[in-house]
């Protein structure tokens, strides 16, 4: 089983609902990752944060809102998502030394209605 | 930015058989290569990882290869067995804090592979 536990496994929502995906890792990493992931495509880089703040937005838009509360929790909140919003939501944590490797969760299997 | 090439898109063989899958990379500042197995349902898990300063790297039946100067990494697996069927995907980032540059890896378009019995 993966460290990095993801919840829910699956979510399903309107456009006009709030939710939030959670995450939790326990490998004392300080630094954590969303990424999302298309059918048969790559994961693709969202945000990424270290020592609890945030470092790395790639242009995500606004609808999607992370947070993290301590250096064991990612959360992802989400409000007026769009149906091509669906996707595999992954969270990830590395540790900040040269060579770290990333390890990924299961993922939370978003479908937007 | 950094752009990964990996082929095949698809790869069938018969167990027992050996797997090659081939990644080439355009940022000569990458040096760090990891390589995901994602099962259906779950999400990518690392098998090995190399980083520039070694050409060559072997876990049991799984082995990598690079070449900086080609600018090319290649996973190896041999006597495949139905277990190993999945997606493998390539990566390439920096390996500044965290082996990622901060989780910029750049992942190859993945290869799904079916061993058959």
């Known amino acids: 089983d993966t460290e990095v536990t993801q919840t829910p496994k699956h979510l399903v929502m309107g456009m006009t609902n709030k939710k939030s995906l959670k995450c939790e890792q326990h490998?004392?990493?300080?630094?954590m990752y969303w990424y999302k992931q298309k059918a048969k495509k790559p994961p693709e880089l969202m945000f990424v944060y270290s020592y609890e703040k945030l470092s790395i937005n790639e242009s995500v838009p606004s609808r999607f809102s992370p947070e993290c509360p301590n250096s064991s929790l990612l959360n992802l909140h989400l409000h007026a998502l769009q149906p091509e919003d669906s996707a595999l939501y992954l969270c990830?944590?590395?540790?900040?030394?040269?060579?770290?490797?990333?390890?990924f969760g299961n993922g939370t299997r978003l479908t937007v209605t | 930015g950094e752009n990964v090439e990996q082929h095949p898109s698809t790869l069938s063989v018969q167990e027992g058989d050996s797997a090659v899958i081939k990644c080439t990379y355009s940022d000569s500042a990458s040096n760090y290569f990891p390589w995901y197995k994602q099962e259906l349902g779950k999400g990518p898990q690392l098998i090995i990882d190399i980083r520039s300063n070694v050409g060559e790297k072997k876990d049991q039946r799984i082995a990598v290869t690079l070449n900086k100067t080609a600018k090319h990494f290649s996973l190896h697996i041999t006597e495949t067995q139905p277990e190993d069927s999945a997606v493998y995907f390539c990566?390439?980032?920096?390996?500044?804090?965290?082996?990622?540059?901060?989780?910029?890896?750049?992942f190859g378009q993945g290869t799904i592979l079916t061993v058959h019995p």
């Open positions: 990566a390439a980032g920096g390996s500044n804090a965290g082996g990622t540059s901060y989780g910029k890896l750049t």
């Open positions: 990830a944590s590395s540790m900040l030394q040269g060579g770290s490797p990333l390890h």
């Open positions: 490998m004392g990493h300080r630094a």
